[in-house]
């Protein structure tokens, strides 16, 4: 069986690159009644994310991961939590971000129930 | 009822003065078999998270908390994330930091099942 490391590690590749290649395709990772909160924002169902995620004012986004740690949850999910840069298009310097995800099983795979996400700002 | 953010902001202002007050006075507030991933290292029960927190190579630590992001998990639970800066005495520039809380409802009151730990080196 994958250990948490390995599935997050999976997980966070899949995301990052639709995100980077194609931020409508996430929306079947996020689960109906998913929450986003993306610098203190509130987002609910996965319809409203999407539409969050595809209104960012770029079209070129590049993540650059820097740690991936995971816990299995008391729901037999998996909390997924990443340190990262952000190389946005026309941007000089990365931007650091940090990101939580709660995952929950489904059908043999894992979907996105939560997603906390935010910047660090020098 | 208390709005998740009022919980986790509740939570935040507690564990932190308790942290950096007396280290040794937040093993109750871990769950017996609660999971702390420090920079990468793990530790799970809540006698083997005490040692590592009061192991840490300093005597004095200040948390300044810049946000506190909280979502209620599927096992009616809250996620709770936290981004902030650390001072320990004799270093001249804070260090930034972020960490995940996984609070499970326990009797009236919320214990950690969760936590994350990471430094957002520069």
Redesign the interface.
């Known amino acids: 069986m994958a250990s948490p490391e390995d599935i997050a590690k999976a997980f966070q590749v899949h995301y990052y690159q639709t995100f980077d290649q194609n931020r409508a395709a996430l929306q079947p990772l996020y689960q109906d009644n998913a929450?986003l909160?993306f610098e203190?924002q509130?987002f609910q169902g996965h319809a409203a994310i999407i539409g969050k995620l595809t209104s960012l004012p770029f079209q070129k986004v590049q993540h650059h991961i820097?740690?991936t740690?995971a816990?299995?949850?008391?729901?037999n999910?998996l909390?997924v939590?990443v340190?990262g840069q952000l190389l946005i298009e026309g941007e000089t310097n990365p931007l650091?971000f940090?990101q939580?995800f709660?995952l929950?099983a489904a059908g043999g795979s894992f979907i996105i129930?939560?997603d906390?996400f935010?910047l660090?700002?020098?």
């Open positions: 929450i909160s203190g509130k820097s740690s740690d816990q299995p949850s008391l729901s999910g909390i939590f340190t650091k940090s939580v709660h929950a129930t939560n906390i935010r660090n700002y020098a």
